[in-house]
């Protein structure tokens, strides 16, 4: 929670002012500026993880509250500075303008016109941000340490571990099992299970259908007075669901946390 603030904080601290320059600004090289900082919204995650990572790794700041609010605000700014110039560009300027002739200072109209008009865009950038670093786990992976450790890192390690065993019980192989449902989005409730989702490989024998094949495994168990559910689909299945479109295994596909591969 304490990384998720800090990085809204900052993502809005930095976001404002940026958006301003882009849009009120006049400049060469506005666009390719503009789109520098849109930039992580479309370089793929991993690779922004793995250059933070060597970066801090060689200045020495990995594990460090620095280094989780430097990489999530990177992940977090883009969706700060969208929002404010979403709003500063449905804002009629001539108002500030306005206020100036009447006597206020630019900086006061900038303070008691123009910043209670974008109030909208500002909160919603906040919330964006907020909601960006609550859920990272890639770049929370790369930066944690044994001391400093983000909820989605915890639960993520602690559900690895505990599968473990369940997967050797398994009677066919695994795939894959990813969170799905509230853990993943990161708001349970105090009665949520924790759903975990995946895929398995049936056997010879049920695939030339000399038996009949059992295309949906779950398994349920309790940790801890939380119940872990384990639901796994015949690979056949699964991927006849993916093609019909069927957001319920795209989630578990596209799924971050994963707690089990091969």
């Given at each position: 929670?304490?990384?998720?603030?800090?990085?809204?904080?900052?993502?809005?601290a930095?976001?404002?002012?940026t958006?301003?320059?882009?849009?009120r600004?006049?400049?060469?090289g506005?666009?390719?500026l503009?789109?520098?900082?849109?930039?992580?919204?479309?370089?793929?995650?991993v690779i922004?993880?793995?250059?933070?990572?060597?970066l801090f790794?060689?200045?020495?700041?990995?594990?460090?509250?620095?280094?989780f609010v430097?990489s999530?605000?990177?992940?977090?700014?883009?969706?700060?500075?969208?929002?404010?110039?979403?709003?500063?560009?449905?804002f009629?300027?001539?108002?500030?303008?306005?206020?100036v002739i009447?006597?206020a200072?630019?900086?006061?109209?900038?303070?008691?016109?123009?910043?209670p008009a974008?109030?909208?865009g500002m909160?919603?950038?906040?919330?964006?941000?907020?909601?960006?670093?609550?859920?990272?786990?890639?770049?929370s992976v790369?930066?944690?340490?044994?001391?400093?450790q983000t909820?989605p890192?915890k639960?993520?390690?602690?559900?690895?571990?505990?599968?473990?065993?369940?997967i050797?019980?398994?009677?066919d192989?695994?795939?894959?099992?990813?969170?799905?449902?509230?853990?993943?989005?990161?708001?349970?409730?105090r009665?949520?299970?924790v759903?975990?989702r995946g895929?398995?490989?049936?056997?010879?024998?049920?695939?030339?259908?000399?038996?009949?094949?059992e295309?949906?495994r779950?398994?349920?168990?309790?940790?801890?007075?939380?119940?872990?559910?384990?639901v796994?689909h015949?690979v056949?299945?699964?991927?006849?669901?993916?093609l019909?479109?069927?957001?319920y295994v795209?989630?578990?596909?596209l799924?971050?946390?994963?707690?089990h591969?091969?």
């Open positions: 929670l304490k990384v998720a603030v800090l990085t809204t904080i900052c993502a809005v930095l976001g404002l002012p958006a301003f320059a882009l849009v600004g006049r400049f060469p506005r666009e390719m503009y789109g520098l900082f849109t930039l992580p919204m479309i370089v793929p995650l922004i993880a793995v250059a933070v990572y060597a790794l060689k200045l020495g700041y990995t594990g460090t509250m620095f280094a430097v999530h605000v990177i992940v977090a700014l883009p969706f700060t500075i969208i929002s404010i110039i979403n709003s500063l560009k449905l009629d300027q001539s108002i500030e303008d306005a206020a009447c006597g200072s630019r900086l006061q109209a900038v303070f008691k016109v123009t910043f974008i109030r909208p909160v919603a950038g906040a919330l964006f941000a907020f909601l960006v670093s609550w859920d990272e786990v890639v770049l790369m930066m944690a340490s044994p001391t400093l909820l890192v639960m993520w390690t602690t559900l690895r571990q505990d599968l473990t065993p369940v050797a019980e398994q009677p192989p695994v795939l894959f099992a990813t969170v799905s449902g509230a853990h993943l989005y990161g708001f349970p409730s009665d949520s299970d759903d975990l895929a398995h490989l049936l056997p010879a024998a049920d695939l030339v259908g000399l038996r009949e094949p295309e949906t779950s398994r349920m168990w309790d940790r801890e007075g939380v119940e872990m559910d384990l796994t015949d056949r299945k699964f991927v006849r669901l993916m019909r479109r069927n957001g795209l989630e578990q596909l799924s971050p946390l994963v707690v591969t091969t």
